[in-house]
């Protein structure tokens, strides 16, 4: 047992931890955020009273424990309407092309990182406010951000002043106060949480339960933490079993470079609008 108030693991034990986060989810954290990690697991054996093997095993066996690392181990800040010119493309082209094709058919939308689930609600409000009938999934590793993407309720700190401002209208129905946002049950019903590990995708028991024939997706700032066979890998899935043919896949702006073309399937086509890069899936519907 851990008896000392302080505790500094080896460099090989940091990395044995990192190694079962890579395996399990394949994260790779970026070198600003190791060492915050490595005082969250140090700050864990202590608080635990256990040893750095009994830690290492606990995240083993313990889902929660491990979720929990997961959470530590990511950036989940995010807030509504981010990358806004991506949300003012499906605002003045795709949302009203889909309208004008499809009438009121159920649009399929995929928000497949939604963390706390600003993207997801962002999706369902703006789709919303332009006649069509979303039906989006929100899902993420971590099944406490989903909880909280279920219950609907946000902090007004979820709101940027400059990023996403042009849509912030369509927020104001929801503001309970000045603090907070609670989005209501006609809202709430066009969306549902999911638990996915898209670093497992591709397997039998995960790939049976994808969303299929996704109209849109988001999978924004997931690729950062990635190696490029996995980015290879997420990308083939989503192309062959979970995006519907003419469906389109947005990425972080950021992340566009990240993406070799020898890792993009052949079926999606990189689409530039202005400043606005996404993926369409070539085919007809």
């Not at 949480?193 to 924004?220: E, H, V, W, Y």
Request: glycine content about 4%; proline content about 4%; hydrophobic content about 40%.
């Amino acid at each position: 047992m851990i008896k000392d108030s302080m505790i500094n693991i080896t460099p090989e034990e940091f990395e044995s931890f990192l190694s079962i986060l890579k395996s399990r989810t394949g994260i790779v954290p970026r070198t600003g955020h190791r060492e915050g990690i490595k005082s969250y697991i140090e700050k864990q054996i202590i608080e635990k009273k256990t040893t750095v093997l009994g830690f290492r095993n606990e995240l083993l066996s313990n889902e929660r424990c491990f979720t929990e690392l997961v959470n530590e181990s990511t950036v989940n800040e995010t807030y509504f309407f981010r990358e806004e010119k991506q949300f003012m493309l499906l605002h003045d082209r795709i949302f009203p092309m889909w309208k004008a094709l499809f009438g009121n058919k159920r649009i399929k939308i995929w928000s497949a990182a939604c963390s706390h689930g600003e993207e997801a609600y962002s999706l369902a409000v703006l789709a919303s406010s332009c006649g069509l009938r979303p039906e989006v999934t929100a899902s993420d590793i971590n099944s406490i951000v989903l909880d909280h993407c279920k219950n609907g309720v946000f902090q007004t700190s979820s709101i940027r002043q400059v990023d996403g401002i042009a849509f912030q209208d369509l927020l104001l129905p929801y503001k309970k106060d000045e603090k907070t946002i609670v989005f209501s049950d006609e809202i709430k019903s066009c969306i549902k949480t999911q638990k996915i590990n898209l670093s497992t995708m591709d397997a039998p028991g995960t790939a049976l339960f994808l969303p299929k024939n996704q109209d849109i997706i988001f999978l924004r700032n997931v690729f950062i933490y990635f190696n490029q066979e996995l980015r290879a890998k997420v990308l083939h899935t989503i192309a062959e079993s979970c995006l519907a043919p003419d469906g389109v896949l947005f990425v972080s702006m950021s992340e566009i470079a990240q993406l070799k073309p020898d890792i993009v399937p052949p079926s999606l086509e990189r689409i530039v609008d202005g400043s606005v890069f996404y993926f369409h899936k070539k085919g007809e519907k």
